[in-house]
């Protein structure tokens, strides 16, 4: 295998963020319009934190007990999330995956978000590498053949 892709080649870079004085229930449906099931939490361009359903499935949990509860992102999301560099190999993001419980990883460089990593952007990558295991265009997703696409349609 001559390329390996790297995350930067693979991520998402248009990114759903929230902010921390967001109120929970506005993240909630901007997750859900967006169809994302989890989204960094950013200040001034800096991520702060990660908001997922879980995270959010737990505040309806808690509402067996009282009331549904409010407040903003901040009070709960994951502060100092995990996180990736965009120069990371595909097969470290995969290792970060295969031992943690995470769906996606936000890609940072410094405090600065630049783009999320997912498992289902592994697994494309890998399938590709697979497919062109001499090397091929790796940038914003080019590496989807049609075919590739289709059958990750099913």
Do not use: Q
Request: glycine share 8%; hydrophobic share 40%.
């Amino acid at each position: 295998m001559s390329h390996v892709p790297t995350v930067e080649t693979i991520m998402t870079k248009k990114v759903v963020t929230l902010s921390p004085d967001l109120d929970i229930y506005d993240a909630i449906i901007k997750m859900m319009k967006h169809d994302v099931s989890g989204a960094p939490v950013v200040e001034e361009g800096c991520l702060v934190g990660m908001l997922s359903e879980k995270d959010c499935m737990g505040i309806f949990a808690s509402a067996a007990y009282s009331n549904i509860p409010g407040g903003t992102v901040a009070e709960y999301m994951i502060m100092h999330p995990e996180t990736i560099g965009p120069k990371a190999d595909l097969f470290t993001v995969a290792g970060i995956f295969m031992h943690r419980a995470y769906r996606r990883l936000p890609v940072v460089e410094g405090d600065e978000l630049c783009g999320v990593v997912s498992r289902t952007d592994v697994l494309r990558a890998s399938v590709e590498l697979w497919k062109y295991p001499d090397g091929r265009d790796w940038t914003d997703s080019t590496y989807l053949t049609k075919e590739l696409k289709a059958m990750l349609k099913r």
